[in-house]
């Protein structure tokens, strides 16, 4: 039954959207203004050359649930600002809480003090890429409902709802639920005359239900596929996803993987699915494209990149039907925002065209340092007391006009996997050598599918990996995948992020068996 197989089935076709809310209210009525000025004005009375004031309230909800009952949540909101200073060609940067221009000020010296003491341990020298000023502007992500107008009983009754339906069904032995709310809102204003005032919303609602086979012990998992979105609540409500028709499926599939036999090593022709596919490309693409790893400025979090910045223009990423494209614009993008934290106005631009590296994600240092022209807009602070680095894109690989649906790919499989979902992943410190597990896998035998098998990851090498895709599918089989928890830097930094991408048919492709590897069978 095409339900059972085609996880693009629970996705609905997007409606218009209305015009978004506005700015909060209560982050407006704080002294915004008062405070840039105040901080900016005393920075460059002290000499600095570049100075920005950024002011964040990000608020964040969790709600957890266990078989249908509550297991825990949280309300957090997080208040205050950070200066951020180039003096004689250092930086400098502090943060604050104080919402008084007299204590701004005093941020302000405590940057430049920084900057001047930085400065001498450094032999670079601190140069930022040219951007227009773009004087007061305001930008509200795309979503109708704000998650936190809705009360939160609520939000544990429909998760509860939905939890019930999993255990109700024959097979399910447990059900864990879980939402997650970030409301983020951000004001910046800089000594070349920009400032922006935007605020932005993103849910992550997930259920996994586990089936236990009392008799031998036995036990898996599967979770849904809906990804985490920069949408309201309205996604909740089935706008964008048809949570019905996947609640409805699980159990089922569920109950075929516990039956499934485990899959053969050797090599496979694989269908990947977006669901699974994403999140390749998060670790083989979107890391490995940020310039500050390519540099080797940036290490933390699995490391620097292979793609290193001679390699531009060069480089043979994958095969000719590869394009992959960097995006802070595309709605619902868990990193679209309108303007970064260096009041850089967001776009899309290429990383990799007809398969070869053309492009990485700056900030404005990054872009100015190696002669790239205008920064793309990557820079992002997760925190009002964290400095903002260089931060990852909606890195997507786009479709194929008039390309194939997911069902036409299998068509053309003799022997091969249908993979679907994201699980447990790995790579390595350049981006390089990696392997993936997924939710489920078919057996593809001539053209169709023929039941899920276990125990299936697929390994390669990023080059070897890409180049052996040999197509990709139509809009219609494009989805935005993502994260909430993606990190870099020390101190640590999260960021929630999108990756697109159709599915799309690899040849030849190294699959193990994991039961195998780990002793198991």
Known sequence: MLLAVDPTS?????????????????????????LAEAALTR??????AHADFRLERVRSASLRLRDARPAGGSDALQLGYAVRVVVDGAWGFAAGVDLTPEAAARVAEQAVAVARLSGGLSEETVELAEEPSYGD?????????????????????????????????????????????VQENKFYADTAGTTTTQQRVRLHPELEAVSVD?????????????PPVGRGFEYLRGTGWDWDAELAQLPELLAEKMKAPSVEAGRYDLVVDPSNLWLTIHESIGHATELDRALGYEAAYAGTSFATFDKLGSLRYGSDVMHVTGDRTVEHGLATIGYDDEGVRTQQWDLVKDGTLVGYQLDRRM??????????????ADSPAHVPVQRMANVSL?????????????AGVEDGIYIVGDRSWSI??????????????????????????KDVAYQGSTTEFWSSMEAVGGPSTYVLGGAFNCGKAQPGQVAAVSHGCPSALFRGVNVLNTAQESGRS
């Open 137 to 181: 502007v305001s930008w509200v992500s795309a979503y109708e409902e704000n998650p936190f107008d809705v009360p939160d009983a609520e939000k544990a009754a429909l998760l509860a709802d939905w939890s019930r339906r999993l255990l109700d069904a024959q097979g399910v032995s447990h059900v864990t639920a879980s939402l997650l709310a």
């Open 43 to 48: 920075a460059q009375a002290l000499g600095a």
């Open 10 to 34: 629970p996705r609905r076709p997007m409606s218009q959207t209305p015009t978004p809310p506005g700015v909060d209210g209560a982050f407006l009525a704080l002294p915004l203004r008062r």
């Open 398 to 410: 786009r479709p194929a006009e008039g390309g194939p649906d997911t069902e036409g790919l299998i």
């Open 214 to 226: 009392e008799a031998s012990g036995a036990f898996d998992s599967m979770r849904t596929l809906a």
């Open 428 to 453: 390595d410190m350049q981006r390089y050598n990696f392997q993936f597990t997924q939710q489920r896998a078919y057996r593809i035998r001539s053209g169709r599918l023929a039941g899920q098998v």
């Open 367 to 380: 872009a100015r340092m190696k002669g790239l022209g205008r920064s793309n807009g990557c820079a992002f």
